[in-house]
């Protein structure tokens, strides 16, 4: 096991009703900016909620920042947080909202001369303006860690950053939102989660066994609660485990002292960055051929998994190392999600070396736990995922 430090400061507030709770969670005298999304929160009786609960204090409001939250978007709430003085940032939203308003808490306190070099400086955030969250979409873990990723249309880029200042202060977990979240959004919510943990456990054998039973809990807890938040979204334990499940795939623990990865996400990115395919579905189209491509280094985790998770028992390390990436097709496959390029887009041809380009102009040459796999190997797996 890797030394590690780890501190997580985020409160976390589960359970039914806790939306009422908020008001307690913010600084008294705050002038809060609220933050939401394209208005799912206003048919869903969220907002009525957040609004009841924080009508003594002093609210501005920002809606509509987008699914991927777009930069040139958030540069308006930017101008907001400084004309009217807000204090306090309170994001209601999914993993897209959370993540503006953490680059707004960047952004606002930012002394440098664009907003954009926050994303690509490469220097951990040390300062922010203080945020909380109420989480509507169990997904991305933002609520419970430092990282946010921010897209520039203008650019075609997706770009992610973070660091200690950016957890929030709090995130209420409310199962019950997850009712009113359509189907493909709870498909994606489950694939994006999955494959959180995978990128921190399909590496090599790191004699690190709890953080491993973690892992493999998490996947497990996944494909068990999946069918059913699947067939009803109102099932309330079953939202339960699946919001859970989420928040724990990716704040922090189930990563400490174990090698990573990583690389299916710096894929996928570029392919919502090119084609605005939905965040998760872009893990499902590149996941399979990134462990298929790099089987040799990463199969004694692919067999560990093959056997933990799938029950796959017969067959040499290798062999179930295959089966454990056909399961996890599978398992994409019954969530609804496709996983080739090609079914989203016919626009496909060219994309490996269009992504091999960037990553390479980007000077990242070296990807994935051994940072061995080149600009020209990511070609290699896309293409694969065509
Ligand atoms: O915008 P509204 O109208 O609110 O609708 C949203 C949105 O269209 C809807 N929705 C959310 N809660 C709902 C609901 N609809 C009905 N009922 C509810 N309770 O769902 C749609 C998708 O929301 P979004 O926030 O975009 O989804 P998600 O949570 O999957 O976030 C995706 C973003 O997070 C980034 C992704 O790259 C992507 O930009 N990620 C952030 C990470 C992090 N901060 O740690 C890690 C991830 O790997 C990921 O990269
Ligand atoms: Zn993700």
């Not at 009422?20 to 939401?36: D, H, S, V």
């Not at 947080?81 to 606002?108: C, H, N, P, R, Y």
């Not at 893990?283 to 985790?301: D, F, G, M, Q, V």
């Not at 692919?302 to 996890?328: C, F, H, M, P, S």
């Amino acid at each position: 096991m890797n030394n590690f430090e780890f501190k997580n400061p985020t409160k976390i507030i589960f359970g039914k009703d806790k939306i009422a709770n908020l008001a307690k969670e913010i600084p008294a005298n705050a002038k809060i900016l609220m933050l939401y999304g394209g208005g799912s929160i206003k048919s869903n009786g969220i907002y009525d909620q957040v609004k009841k609960s924080i009508s003594a204090f002093e609210v501005v409001e920002f809606g509509g920042i987008p699914a991927n939250p777009e930069y040139a978007v958030l540069l308006e709430a930017l101008q907001i947080i400084k004309t009217q003085k807000i204090t306090f940032l309170l994001a209601i939203g999914g993993g897209s909202v959370i993540d503006g308003t953490k680059f707004l808490s960047a952004a606002a306190v930012y002394e440098g001369e664009t907003p954009w070099e926050i994303l690509t400086g490469g220097k951990p955030i040390l300062k922010g303006m203080p945020f909380g969250a109420v989480l509507t979409l169990p997904a991305t873990g933002s609520e419970m860690n430092s990282g946010f990723v921010l897209t520039r249309k203008e650019t075609k880029e997706k770009l992610a950053s973070g660091g200690p200042a950016l957890y929030p202060q709090f995130s209420i977990l409310d199962p019950q939102v997850v009712s009113s979240i359509p189907q493909k959004q709870i498909a994606n919510g489950l694939a994006d989660a999955f494959t959180h943990v995978l990128e921190q456990y399909m590496t090599y054998p790191s004699d690190s066994l709890l953080q491993d039973r973690f892992a493999e809990s998490i996947l497990q807890t996944l494909v068990e609660v999946a069918p059913a938040i699947l067939k009803n979204a109102s099932d309330y334990n079953a939202a339960s485990n699946f919001m859970w499940s989420c928040t724990m795939a990716l704040n922090g623990l189930i990563g400490q002292g174990v090698p990573q990865d990583w690389a299916v996400h710096m894929m996928g990115h570029e392919l919502t960055a090119l084609f605005g395919i939905d965040h998760a579905r872009t893990l499902a189209i590149i996941a399979p051929s990134h462990y298929r491509y790099n089987i040799e280094t990463k199969k004694e985790k692919l067999a560990q998994y093959a056997e933990r998770v799938w029950g796959v028992t017969e067959g040499t390390t290798e062999e179930k190392a295959k089966a454990g990436i056909d399961k996890t097709e599978d398992f994409f496959h019954s969530l609804g999600i496709k996983t080739k390029l090609s079914e989203y887009t016919s626009d496909y041809s060219g994309t490996a070396e269009i992504v091999s380009k960037r990553f390479t102009d980007r000077g990242w040459l070296g990807l994935g736990e051994h940072r061995k796999l080149a600009p020209a190997d990511a070609a290699k797996i896309i293409e694969m995922s065509y």
